[in-house]
């Protein structure tokens, strides 16, 4: 982890193109069908456990058997691939894009993001805290609690297949959680964000920095 | 003086009486491939009076066996006829007194990871075809694994993963807890325990029941080898409409379809919602739908019936 920010580079970033722009691929490969169009909005899931799906955003039909596809994301549908509408796509193609506006919290993430040391799900599947670790969590706090290479930190938990999950990654503190008990978390995607203890205050500056930047607008 | 002792030689016999059963109910399978794949299971067996928790005792031998540079025995199975320490998921208390079957298999693992989610549901399925197989034919499985007469558990199962380490060898140890002539539960289990004497009404012989669980056993680890190579090479597995045999196994066992259910990832201490379960996933997720219509497919977790 750099200690040398550009504040005026990242925050300028995000001010002059506050989206995040998410690409949707095909799942499969099969024949697509659009169910919407450039500059519709769409929604994310929904509801406590989020079983409301998504705005429909294509079918994909491999074999008969047709599929829908919805949005994982709240935005605007941009650069969509009209001529592939009716097509038989490769798995993997992109297929349109959605423009995601950002929010506060969501730019705090995005740039802590891309300061902190990001341990990723090795599987999909869900995850709580070692037993130890949750202990001293409850006892400290996140940020108080520093891991080593090699620490068992975390419990992979997948069709009652309970796995220990061992932190690989510089020394550091737990600072951002990214998973939530009981939530799926897919492959690859980031469960807890590591800071070096003596990074800790620039992480903090960077925090206040936003919120200052963003609450006087 | 050991009451459950099972041996190798006991063993490779209910596997020769298990092959033509399997031919018989699995005839487009290759039935000696598959128990061969299995084969692993029990090639050593340690039994033990007492031991606080078998699984703990399998991590600690392959920190010794590692630690002396040898290689640990795949499929090596610990049992004890009483334990001290055992323990279910989370914080919750498993009673192991004498009478029972408690121990663990330990699995140096070479699975993909489409196949180790099903080895949870392997360990279940072979346990209530053991309890089929005495006699219990009312005994159903609850997803995942947990092994029921009516609403009360005769057996539960937990799979954990486990590194060595010395060399990260990846083992899953698989415990097992079947409760067989264990008549009297702690209070709290009593409205919610059962045994294969108390629902069968006569006692068994431990080792045998052991061995007869263990043949299943290596039948079921042996589908998921088997399964793995048939997807590889076919792209869809053995079962009706290309499902896992395990999975069209389990289904068969299970009463869990079409029930209403209370789920939440730990469902004794934080209920999550009420759903009904409308079906099983091809890879074992389970699918619930609310009252408003709305599915979803859960991969973790736990159930209670309504």
Redesign the interface.
Known sequence: MSSKIDFDEILGKYKSDPYNYVDVLAVHTGRVEFKVVDGDDVQAPS???????GTRLYEINRERNPKLISAQINGTVMDIRTELDGQFVEAGEKLMTIRHPLKKKEIIEAILKEVLYLFPAP????Y?FALDIQSRIEKKGAREITIDNGDEILT?????????V?YKGERGVIHSVYFK??V?VPQGEPLIGVCAPDKLPLIQKIITRVKADWDAE | MTQNCPTRTLLAETLQQELPLRQATHPHLDCEVTFRYGGFVGSVIECHAELPRAMDHARSHIARIEGESGSVPNGMVILADTMSRSKGRFTRSWHAPAGGVWGCLVHANTLLDLSKRFVPLAVGVACCEAVHAVGGDKATLRWVNDVLFGEKKVAGFLVEGFSGPRYSDEYHMVGFGINVNNRTFPEELSGSATSLVHELGREFDLTRFTTLFLAKLAWNFGLLYYEEATYLENGSYSGQDGMHQLLANWRNLSDTIGQRVVFGFDVMTSPQYEATVIGVDPDGGLRLRFDDGAVVVEHSGEIRYR
């Open positions: 509801g406590e456990w989020q079983q409301i799906p599987e999909t599947a869900k709580f992979m938990s997948l069709m009652k297949r309970d796995t220990p061992y008990p009981g799926s």
